[in-house]
């Protein structure tokens, strides 16, 4: 039986030392829940902030309400900054962010399953744009577990 995924970045980030925090706005903390669901994350997990609305992304997270209007809430660049704010409000090696849309309705003229993923590692930032399919559940799932698998990439897992 192989070791779930979460436990695996646990013991990297425990190994090497490396802190994470997460901006979370579709997932709704989901990234945190299973992030701290193993024993010990306190080690490496710093916390997050949960940003659902635009309201919050601007005044928790520091995101130009400007970013917002023009970009929009679901794109690349409020990813990218979420992702950036985060480390630095926080403290961590590690920013991760989560915007998107998982239904059932799409959002700002963006397709349902549409994910903007932010990673910061050690100040090298990156944005993936992923397309998931499924239930809004199963989008938020599927939405975390890639961003883990990356994390685990970049780090040397």
Known sequence: MSEKIEKVLGKL???KKLT???AESFTGGLFSK???DVPGSSAYFLGSIVSYSNFAKEKLLKI???TIKTKGAVSRDTAYLMAKNITEIL???IGVSFTGVAGPTSEEGKPIGLAY???VFLKDTEV???HFYGSREEIRIKSVNFAIKEIIKRIGG
Do not use: N, Q, R, Y
Request: hydrophobic share 45%.
């Open 13 to 15: 980030l425990k190994e």
């Open 20 to 22: 994470i925090a997460a």
């Open 34 to 36: 299973v992030i701290t």
């Open 64 to 66: 130009p309400e400007d």
């Open 91 to 93: 403290g961590s090696d």
């Open 117 to 119: 993923i932010g990673m």
């Open 128 to 130: 993936f744009e992923e």
